[in-house]
């Protein structure tokens, strides 16, 4: 089952169940997770490896001891990518196989057989990892900034604590409805680093916090933040950073990488950062899209 264009913004699930949990879980689901349905562990890591699954599912009934093999080494490659066991029935082999998934790392086992057990896997598949980690960062921005302006830690959100997040400032300021030059002047007369480069860093946290997964080659974190080639994220990390994306790997995780973000462009330009009131315009300054869905006439706009 996929998401559907009118849906609500949900997570997906990598899953390896019967045909009839397939048609459970997918209807569990609804308006919360959707599953991409694989018949094998391979595939499953193949997924894992192209795509920003926030969960794997594997049923109990179908493990066999060489799934959970291969499910130990999937454990140790996608560590931040939680996986969950599904026991729908109990049958000769189901202690073994309960077992072994515990052994190769599985932490978390759902048994829907009883009242509860689908709600249950609807609170541990539909919770939002990314958005943890964004809360995470916010946190620690706004402990740096206790008195800050709901305009400048607005900003910090869109760059920080959203899935999707802009990665450029022309993208920014489109979302903001602000001419991106005037957005950049803004910065530059506050005496703060221009709001290129707070985008950049900010996708540098994601990218190490991506790498915590060693199972996620640098091609893969650089088609989830949507770089152009992996090439071109070993550009930005060299430009930004003075090392190389395997340096940039072995030497970060998010956490790590969050603070040196915080560290450079936080805590230094705190006092600026505190006042600065980066969105807070007048109709002339609004871009044409903004002028239109605020339905303001052009004889207003100066």
Not at 218 to 240: C, D, K
Request: proline share 7%.
């Amino acid at each position: 089952m996929s998401p559907r264009s009118n849906a609500p913004l949900t997570t997906p699930v990598v899953t390896m169940l019967t045909p009839d949990e397939r048609t459970r879980v997918d209807a569990a689901g609804v308006g919360l997770y959707y599953t991409l349905h694989r018949d094998s562990v391979e595939d499953v890591l193949r997924d894992l490896r192209t795509r920003r699954a926030t969960a794997v599912l594997v049923s109990v009934s179908r493990c066999t001891e060489r799934d959970a093999e291969r499910m130990a080494m999937m454990v140790r490659e996608f560590p931040r990518v939680p996986a969950v066991a599904l026991l729908t029935q109990l049958e000769r082999d189901t202690p073994q196989a309960v077992l072994s998934l515990g052994r190769s790392g599985v932490e978390h086992l759902v048994d829907v057989r009883g009242p509860g057990g689908w709600h249950a896997l609807r609170e541990v598949l539909g919770r939002d990892r990314d958005d943890s980690f964004s809360r995470t960062m916010m946190e620690g921005v706004s402990r740096d900034l206790v008195g800050a302006t709901p305009d400048c830690l607005r900003f910090f959100r869109l760059i920080l604590g959203e899935r999707s997040t802009p990665t450029t400032v022309r993208t920014l300021a489109n979302q903001l409805g602000v001419v991106p030059s005037t957005l950049m002047s803004r910065f530059f007369r506050a005496g703060l680093p221009a709001p290129k480069r707070y985008l950049a860093m900010s996708r540098l946290v994601r990218a190490a916090r991506l790498f915590e997964n060693p199972g996620l080659s640098v091609a893969g974190v650089a088609n989830t933040l949507e770089y152009s080639s992996p090439q071109s994220f070993g550009r930005h990390v060299r430009t930004m950073l003075q090392m190389t994306a395997g340096d940039f790997r072995e030497r970060y995780d998010g956490e790590g990488m969050l603070q040196r973000f915080r560290e450079e462009l936080i805590v230094p330009f705190a006092p600026a950062l505190r006042s600065f009131t980066p969105f807070q315009v007048t109709p002339g300054w609004l871009a044409p899209e903004a002028r239109r869905r605020l339905a303001i006439p052009a004889s207003r706009v100066h």
